[in-house]
């Protein structure tokens, strides 16, 4: 099992920053790739970047040249840089890991993100 702890979410100004921290513990040899998703009010949960574990990274177009994804092996961690925030990044945001490909075999709780105009 592996347990993800995010953290760093908050209420932020249009064209703000933040960064999103999340903690891995447990069996975190077996996690090939880890990622963000967004829940934003009334619409699904979508992914917004992963990292495998060769570094590779994918981020959702939407997201691309403001958001970076990268991890710190050696902590067990991984980080989402939000820059040049929109409203529209509102949401929930979700660290999640995989075993495989996607990221979707283990979750965290979520954390708000909240983006004002």
């Known amino acids: 099992q592996v347990q993800l702890v995010e953290s760093g979410g908050g209420l932020v100004q249009a064209g703000g920053s933040l960064r999103l921290s999340c903690a891995a513990s447990?069996?975190?040899?077996?996690?090939?790739?880890m990622g963000w998703y967004r829940q934003a009010p009334g619409k699904q949960r979508g992914l917004v970047a992963r990292?495998?574990?060769?570094?590779?990274?994918n981020l959702a177009d939407s997201v691309k040249g403001r958001f970076t994804i990268s991890r710190d092996n050696a902590k067990n961690m991984v980080y989402l840089q939000m820059n040049s925030l929109k409203p529209e990044d509102t949401g929930v945001y979700y660290c999640?890991?995989?075993?495989?490909?996607?990221?979707?075999?283990?979750w965290g709780q979520g954390t708000q993100v909240t983006v004002s105009s």
């Open positions: 999640a890991a995989g075993l495989r490909v996607e990221p979707n075999d283990y």
């Open positions: 447990g069996s975190v040899f077996s996690i090939n790739v």
């Open positions: 990292i495998f574990s060769s570094g590779s990274t």
